[in-house]
């Protein structure tokens, strides 16, 4: 959780910067990956054919899966809000790195769909602003097919302006409830409301 | 429950009871057709000639200046207070203060105690009874020094609005040939424990009541041409379905439900068809949807947002709101989805298309200075008018006669539901300060 937390922030102070934002994006995710893959399988191989090092290994062999289960449950519910600006339904640049970490958890999480709901600030007319919600949640969802996740796998609904995250008339606040918010519908996994 | 014995008079109130009591409605059918023929038959004693006093179809009209007397007996006061305020309303007559009058209450009318006074017509009236009350009216015409009408009211004590209103709606339509809308009722949206519900009350914000329907939220309901019959959207457990509620039975259907979101918009002038904005299969766009035969047809089909069809009142055009340039403007078709023209140019915010009963002007919502307010224009795209400034503006339909246009507005803090004169003149809240209300709409009849 923490550590995905770093990693969406240190995203967003980057975003300032194109070039580097890239790199990083492309860095720090492919870092985790390849930890997690080389910590598991290790184990397993070298606990084999190498007795010789067994005071070593068996403290590898029980901590790593330890740390991998704290790691994944948490990502699982907690994905952030992706925001958008007014009166628009186009994927920010802000919220690209959220869909990404999306479409990678998607590749691990085999099974599991997800509900997009499109959501607006209070401004504008009830029925448009419905349509738009629904427009903010199917660029989200068009945004993470393209990125590889099976469009089986994302459902969306919009809530225009009913269910606002913030009620004061602020712009901060305004922003808050232009967003798309994800819940995540494996039965296993308690949606959040 | 209290089931407002209401003024026999008016046939329209046959169906008007269904809401309030199914049982009640037939015992009171049969008794307002039979009262309603023995009104018309006796009462009326000077209705034949055809005079209109003010002419409300000219532009420049000038107001009839008109003397409402307290009635005598019980309740008396407050009839002449709900006819004068309703008729003030319209802004067709000058109500003249019941402090110069010289003519009491008590006395017959004499025209010249009313000339002085600078009076055109009087309202004298009576009520008898106690519970069930008996109210006369009188109207006289001071230049020609005669009766207009005299007409007998019966209503229960709890009634008494519904009595009043009746008498100035028989007022209106003697002075100007047309009919009040003083019974007409609003279907509107309101907030009660953060969900959204079906509300219904008389055009004067009294009589709020709350329909049954099950949801979270609803949108904006829109009323069939008579009156029994109320459409609407409504999002329950994840799926926006469109709903059709039947006042006679006070049931409630679903008519079109699909994945997506989907919302109606109103009735063509036949009452059977509907045309509704959907997002069924992906295809975005707008649909007309035969209700007795389930019969779906696609009229548009788009990647951009397309919503808030209007079926204009003669059932040829449909307004509706899309994106297509760039910002949400007011865009009309044929009935099949051919020649589409923009509407609106101003501002980059226009929305909420509702026709003029005439078909001449369309209501809407415009940004303007950041602010959402009520305009009008005409089909053509001429003739652009803003009508409200204070604080933010929606939702704008007008009343089934077009004289008047209901909305919804922040302006006092609390959203609430006002009312003006098609010309933007008068508006006032009918709804309680308490009440988060949106999305009005004003019953045909």
Known sequence: MKRFLVLVFALGFIFAGCAEKQAVKAEQPAMQETAQKAAVPEPVKKAEPAPVAAKEEPKRVETVPVTEVVEAKPVMTTFENIHFDFDKYNIRDDAKPTLKVMSDW????????????????????????????????????????SSGVGKDRLDMISFGEERPLCKEQTEECWQKNRRVQFIIKNASEGSRK | MKTGVRCQVSGVSKKRKKVLCPLALLLFC?????????????????????????????????????????????????????????????????CLDRAMYIE??????????????????????????EQNLIVTASFYDVFENRELFKKEYKGEKGSVRQLAHSISNDIYKHITGENGIFRTRIAFVAEDEDKKGLYIMDWDGTGIKRLGIKGDFVLSPHWSKDGARLLY??????????????????????????KGLNMTGNFFPDGDEIMLASSKDETYGLYSL????????RITSTRWIEVSPAVSPDGKLVAFVSDKGGTPQIYIM????????????????????????????????????????????????????????????????????????????????????????????????????????????????
């Open chain 2, 233 to 258: 959207s409504s999002e329950r457990g994840g799926k926006w379905g469109i709903y059709l509620l039947d006042f006679t039975k006070m049931t409630e259907r679903n008519i079109f439900e699909a």
């Open chain 1, 106 to 145: 998607f590749v691990k999480n085999k099974s599991a769909k997800m509900l997009l709901e499109g959501h607006c600030d209070e401004r504008g007319t009830n029925e448009y602003n419905l349509a738009l919600g629904e427009r903010r949640a199917k660029s989200t969802r068009d945004y993470l097919v």
């Open chain 2, 334 to 445: 044929s009935k099949n989805g051919y020649d589409i023209r923009r509407v609106t140019f101003e501002g980059s915010y226009n929305t909420s298309p509702g026709w003029a009963p005439t078909g001449e002007n369309i209501v809407f919502v415009g940004r303007s200075s950041g602010k959402h307010q009520i305009f009008t224009i005409n089909p053509d795209g001429a003739g652009l008018k803003q009508l409200t400034d204070r604080g933010n503006n929606e939702d704008p339909s007008f009343s089934y006669d077009g004289r008047f246009i209901i909305f919804s507005s922040d302006r006092e803090g609390v959203n609430g539901i006002y009312i003006m004169r098609a010309n933007g003149e008068s508006q006032k809240r009918i709804t309680p300060a308490w009440l988060r209300a949106f999305g009005p709409r004003w019953s045909p009849n």
């Open chain 2, 104 to 129: 009491s209450s008590l006395q017959a009318f004499n025209s010249k105690n009313w000339t002085v006074v600078g009076a055109e017509a009087v309202v004298k009236g009576n009520v008898n009874g």
């Open chain 2, 290 to 297: 035969r209700i007795s035969e389930s019969r779906l047809t």
């Open chain 2, 30 to 94: 049969s008794f307002a057709l039979f009262l309603l023929f023995t009104i018309h038959c006796s009462l009326f004693t000077a209705a034949a000639e055809a005079k209109v006093y003010v002419d409300i179809t000219s532009p420049e009209v000038k107001k009839l200046p008109i003397a409402i007397q307290e009635f005598n007996g019980k309740e008396g006061k407050n009839i002449a207070d709900i006819i004068r305020e309703d008729l003030d309303f319209t802004g067709f007559f000058l």
